[in-house]
């Protein structure tokens, strides 16, 4: 089969990898459409310890069943439609017991210390499969995964409604976190950079955009949601906080990377601050959301490439082309 393939930091070509066959309990998926992420840039440049090389990337994919192992849980069979929860938990370490599997001590995931679903073709758990209505394409189902990290985020920060929010970054997870929290009663502003992603944001029902936090003046927010990693962002977005606030870090920074925040503001005006990894026991509900409209796709959907073309998606994504930069590797489906 054909696929992306990271042979080393800075290394990325596409080429010929054995056909996967499934696992006793596992299946083969033929992929429909893979997103890319800002997990892939960091493993294309080696800045993301768990993975090993050569590795094909590739973690937020739905695709079409092929092949069933013979101890496969459930009832899935070939031609049935799924996206896939790449979560790797062991299931055995003290976090996977106490119920969060997602900081588990032996974490993996398919297409970070994997193969995922840069290909044609991928091998997955059969219990980390969830069917996908006919009326939810392949593309739509390739973002049930970076939807339910935002469900999973919500969720950690919880939101009453009329709260007003500030999120930073309108890039897709910024712009999925903005639906979600509108949709749970609160009033949304949103900051970033690229005016054309304000532009999506205000369509979607932003409250407000800005292009830098420093032009909202005075208003402060009862919870911020920081989507870049940036540190100077995570700063404004703490500064931005009246008495009682909260502060959601989601966006993925630098291991080495530190913010300057006031010890005593956090204790004098009782600020939270929460961080938000990945996937925990939210893929179903993100299913339910994309399914039912509550969430909506075509705004964030903005490019599809070949898998040929997968080196010159990469560069889109770097370059902050569109929103959400797929790879379609079944250009039938």
Not at 171 to 178: A, D, H, I, P
Not at 278 to 307: C, E, F, Q, W
Request: glycine share 12%.
């Amino acid at each position: 089969m054909r696929a992306a393939i990271i042979t080393e930091p800075g290394s990325v070509t596409v080429g010929d990898r054995p056909d996967p066959h499934p696992a006793a309990d596992g299946v083969v998926v033929r992929v429909g459409a893979c997103g890319i992420c800002g997990t892939d840039l960091h493993i294309a440049d080696g800045e993301f310890p768990p993975s090993p090389y050569p590795l094909v990337p590739g973690h937020e994919f739905a695709g079409t069943v092929t092949a069933v192992g013979e101890n496969a849980p459930g009832d899935l069979r070939p031609g049935d439609r799924v996206a896939v929860d790449p979560s790797l938990f062991c299931g055995h370490c003290e976090y996977c017991r106490a119920g969060r599997g997602n900081l588990c001590a032996n974490w993996g995931a398919i297409g970070d210390t994997v193969d995922g679903a840069f290909a044609e073709y991928v091998a997955v758990p059969a219990a980390n499969c969830y069917r996908l209505p006919d009326s939810v394409s392949m593309r739509e189902g390739a973002l049930v995964e970076p939807l339910s990290c935002a469900v999973h985020g919500v969720r950690r920060i919880g939101v009453e409604t009329g709260e007003r929010f500030l999120v930073v970054g309108a890039g897709t997870m910024g712009l999925l976190l903005q639906q979600l929290l509108q949709n749970s009663g609160a009033r949304v502003t949103v900051v970033d950079r690229n005016t054309r992603r304000l532009a999506i944001a205000t369509d979607l029902g932003a409250a407000a955009t800005a292009t830098d936090a420093s032009e909202l003046g005075d208003e402060r927010f009862d919870a911020a949601v920081d989507v870049t990693g940036a540190p100077s962002a995570i700063e404004a977005a703490f500064d931005s906080l009246r008495r009682g606030g909260r502060l959601l870090v989601f966006g993925v920074a630098d291991e080495a990377a530190r913010v300057a925040l006031s010890p005593f503001r956090i204790y004098n005006d009782e600020i939270t601050v929460v961080g938000s990894m990945a996937v925990l026991n939210s893929y179903g509900a993100a299913v339910d959301l994309i399914s039912s409209g509550a969430v909506r796709t075509a705004p964030l959907l903005t490019d599809a490439l070949p898998l040929e073309k997968f080196p010159e998606a990469l560069a889109m994504m770097r370059a902050g082309t569109g929103v959400k930069v797929q790879v379609v590797p079944d250009e039938t489906a």
